[in-house]
């Protein structure tokens, strides 16, 4: 064997020893990183009113969301050895009750959603980085045993961190946010949004229509202006009941024309105006301002209190709450749903609603003459109005009802002037939009006749006006749970024909 030849076959063993030290360094390495991140690299973190487990996993790239027990869904938002994942692991009492109780904090909970998690994944990156440089330093200096591997170490793992933070930029894809993967119940998430997508794009078409057909109640009520008037009277007052518009801009279209062209003398909304009361929901309310009548309002299960400050903010308009006014020489009393559905809390059953109308009861029984109206959200707050006022004006159930209680009184339910908001555009047809003008007399307030107005929703095109005329030599209104059963003027109240059926819902 010559001298070249032997040196050689040292060389190649050298670099052999070489590389296979490298191999081991870089296997303790990536050992120890695994380690550490799997140990330590995860924070506890408050996301919006949930408590979140945030964690970074040497799985292959992308994020994921856990939601025990619907599922997750899955992100291929970059590449990597790492994962995101996030696992919302209860909803805190405290904060979800400040978030439902506190409109300003509703309406900024995408933005502290979205500053939690940026704070959550800044501070696990940093864990985790330091977490695999730990765990590989460690590791080196518990296996390898010399004194420069954990120096060795320390390098190749704060140049593997670099790197995977490297990757995960470049190859960092926003628009795969728009489009994940889901498992688990949430499997149906992907039809749910795709009818919110939907809903948008049918609400436009749907507000088009209805635009004529608004306009067509100018040509309906030209025929009916025909008719006698109501009652008999010339003089009738004529107020307009609506009730649940829930943000419905067609809605508010139908009362501003109905208002104008039945040239009503004020508008009484028994509630919902908007669906959650917050801030962002609020800016149609102005277009009560706009309306050139009087508008009294009741806080319905969807309103805030700052939903009824900005309503009460308008210069034609007052928020009963437990209170009366008079609209045209007509006195009306109302009372608020003692609810607010954001906040789970305030629901204590039939027995609040009851309770709340008991205490409008009871401040009728304060006033000199019973009100000729009573104002409520839900028909459950009527009963202890019955034989205390002639007539309770509700809604809450988007079902239009007229129906005489035990003790005489007519409580006249509502649709929804709104057609249920955007929600009603989730099924094969909206909810019809409806509301009614009430004509009563002017001087004893009792109830003449009225007009029902029913608006049909997408994918009809009628408009029907339905008058029903209230008997002339209706019984008195029984004591009831103590109230006069009289009107103003001391004679007995009207009572309510039985009204034609109005289909609930469109058929098409």
């Excluded at 961190?161 to 926003?174: H, K, Y």
């Excluded at 628009?175 to 749910?192: D, F």
């Excluded at 749903?337 to 009871?362: C, I, K, N, Q, V």
């Excluded at 007229?402 to 955007?422: E, F, H, N, P």
């Amino acid at each position: 064997m010559t001298e070249p030849t032997t040196a050689r076959r040292a060389g190649l063993r050298a670099v052999a020893r070489g590389a296979g030290r490298w191999a081991v360094r870089l296997a303790v390495v990536l050992a120890g990183a695994w380690l550490g991140i799997l140990l330590l690299g995860r924070v506890s973190a408050p996301i919006g009113p949930f408590d979140a487990t945030v964690a970074f996993r040497p799985f292959g790239g992308g994020a994921a969301l856990d939601i025990p027990p619907l599922g997750a869904l899955q992100v291929d938002a970059y590449d990597g050895p790492l994962r995101l994942e996030i696992e919302l692991s209860r909803v805190d009492e405290i904060r979800a009750t400040q978030l439902a109780t506190d409109p300003t904090r509703l309406d900024g909970v995408v933005d502290q959603v979205s500053a939690d998690l940026r704070d959550a994944v800044e501070r696990v990156a940093w864990l985790t980085a330091l977490a695999a440089v730990g765990g590989a330093t460690a590791a080196s200096l518990l296996v390898l045993r010399r004194r420069r591997e954990p120096l060795i170490a320390l390098g190749v793992s704060t140049a593997l961190v670099a790197a995977t933070g490297g990757v995960a930029a470049a190859t960092w894809r926003p628009e795969a946010l728009s489009q994940p993967t889901y498992t688990g119940l949430l499997v149906n998430a992907n039809s749910l949004i795709g009818s919110a997508q939907d809903i948008v794009a049918r609400f436009d078409a749907y507000r088009a229509s209805l635009e004529d057909l608004v306009s067509n109640v100018s040509t309906l009520y030209s025929t009916l202006s025909t008719l006698p008037p109501p009652g008999g009277a010339d003089d009738s007052v004529a107020l307009l009941h609506v009730s649940d518009l829930h943000l419905n801009p067609a809605g508010f279209d139908l009362v501003q024309q109905v208002a104008a062209q039945f040239d009503v003398d004020g508008v009484l909304d028994t509630g919902d105006i908007t669906d959650w009361g917050s801030q962002p929901e609020n800016g149609l309310i102005s277009r009560v301002g706009t309306l050139g009548v009087p508008y009294v309002f009741i806080r319905g299960n969807h309103d805030s209190t700052l939903t009824a400050q900005l309503v009460a903010a308008q210069p034609n308009a007052t928020v009963l709450d437990d209170s009366a006014v008079t609209v045209a020489g007509i006195e009306v009393v109302g009372t608020p749903d003692p609810r607010f559905t954001p906040d789970p809390g305030t629901d204590d059953g039939a027995e609040t609603l009851e309770a709340s109308g008991a205490g409008l009861a009871d401040l009728v029984r304060t006033l000199p003459q019973p009100p000729a109206i009573a104002m409520v959200h839900d028909p459950e707050q009527a009963p202890p109005l019955d034989g205390v006022v002639p007539l309770v004006l509700a809604g809450h159930t988007h079902e239009r009802e007229v129906t005489r209680l035990d003790g005489g009184t007519l409580l006249m339910v509502q649709g929804s002037t709104g057609g249920a908001g955007l929600r009603a555009l989730q099924g094969e047809f909206p909810e019809p939009l409806t509301c009614t003008v009430l004509y009563l007399d002017p001087r004893t307030g009792a109830l003449t006749a009225y007009d029902e107005i029913t608006l049909g929703g997408l994918g009809q095109t009628e408009v029907t006006i339905e008058r029903e005329v209230v008997p002339a030599a209706p019984p008195a209104v029984g004591d009831g749970a103590g109230g006069t059963g009289l009107d103003g003027d001391g004679g007995p109240r009207a009572p309510a024909p039985t009204p034609a059926p109005v289909p609930a819902s469109p058929t098409g």
